[in-house]
């Protein structure tokens, strides 16, 4: 046997303790960011708080203002993070990753990734999260198989891509990157212990589907040759499967709600700053650091924890460059909403937020994620100000969905209408839709056909 070396040129990206801490700092809901912060303090004595001074805590809200948009255009480039290297013994290094909080992130491309990382090695987990970006909250595809492989294969081994998604399918949550639910339901049969109940329920969502979405037992069993107890303990199987593979996080918190950011309307026009107590400061201290200065560094444990320091302090100017950045433009590409309600809301996309502030989407995703805005409409998550495009049109599924509804809320009480007439009261307006997306619409608010909204309405007779 003949060995052979080949070289071979590839792009990736080194995760460096310093952009491991920024990457987390940007997930951090405001919570887990005032936990975070807490810790950091007790433990480096360089570090402390960045109190505003007595007399700026006295300013009127417009003055403060402008303040906030004057500090933000000054704010540092993400750009620091290129030239950082660590200490020469490596140790500080290391514990400055392991001392991150450990908390349970929203998102859940973030918690799956941190599962997976135990055991997976780096250039399977970069291609794992290039399918997790591509799916959407509940863990399916946005968008049909062959077009991601297409896409896929200019940046990776197309072999080596299918197969990291066959093992997100069958792995830790299984289902996940699913191309629709009844491959998310087969995934996770698959990790069931062997049974006849299994088997069939195998067989019933590889080959009729459409009768167990029916609910017709009897015709399962005439199609599957089994008897009805053993059809009916085949259906139980499967509805005690999950409807969507990602799991929730472990704990949530059961607290109020403080908004991350602030939106408000005034002279005219609409500004954002971000919330004075969920975006808390550190700085370095002065006298700390001109000591350390002095004694030309020669303390290398003061050093490390010099180093550490102001990666916090630059992770922390980041996170709130990215938060306000991200912030104001969704309130600029949303400000019809924000004035005027839901069926104002205007297509817009993780990329398009992402390519207008200058960072990559899985940036934007992070940051939006558990964080809130207020606003006079009331306090919203700002997940909520994207909005996927209705197909063929220039609204938004949302915006579509808010116009059915109140077509149904005003509609005469002795008339419902029905589904047809509602798309055709769309069309003129301007929104082409068919009548089963307005029965799409209408079940996402759980709200019943027309026959059914004239059956629950009592008549009302009026007396002469």
Known sequence: MKGTLTAKMA???????????????????????????????ERNPLLETDEPEAEAQTLEADDAAQLEAAAWDELPEPAFMAGLSG??????????????????????????????????????????????????????????????????????DLDALQLVRQRLLHGEWAGMAATDPAECLRAQLRTLADSPARTLAARILADHLDLLAAHDDAALAAATQASLDQVRAAVALVLSLRAHPVEAPATTEDSHILPDVVAWFAGGAWRVALGRY?????????????ALAGNGGENAVLRGLLDEARWLVRGLNMRNDTLLRTAQLLVERQ??????????ILPLTL??????????ESTVSRIVAGKYMQTPRGTIELKRLFAVRLEGADVSGSAVRAMVKRLIEEEPRTAP????????????????????????????????????????????????
């Open 11 to 41: 792009q990736g990206v080194n995760l460096t303790p310093q952009l491991l801490q920024s990457i987390r700092l940007l997930q951090l809901t405001s919570q887990q960011l005032e936990l975070e912060l807490a810790q950091t303090l």
């Open 278 to 290: 969920t975006t808390p400061r550190v700085r370095i201290s002065a006298h700390c650091e001109r």
């Open 335 to 344: 400000r019809g909403f924000l004035e005027q309600g839901e069926e104002a």
């Open 351 to 360: 990329r398009e937020v992402a390519d207008a502030i200058g960072v990559h």
């Open 87 to 156: 200490n020469a013994g490596g140790t500080l290094d290391e514990d400055a990753t392991a001392r991150i909080a450990a908390g349970e992130s929203s998102d859940m491309r973030v918690r799956l990734l941190t599962l997976l990382a135990v055991s997976w090695n780096a250039a399977d987990l970069a291609m794992a999260a290039w399918w997790l970006d591509r799916c959407d909250d509940r863990g399916y595809l946005e968008q049909p198989l062959d077009a991601l492989l297409a896409e896929g294969e200019q940046q990776f």
């Open 417 to 464: 209408l029905a589904d047809d007439v509602i798309a055709s009261l769309l069309a003129r307006q301007g929104v082409r839709i068919a009548r089963r997306t307005v029965a799409k619409y209408r079940d996402q608010l759980a709200i019943g056909p027309a026959k059914a909204r004239q059956l629950s309405r009592p008549s009302i007779s009026v007396a002469a």
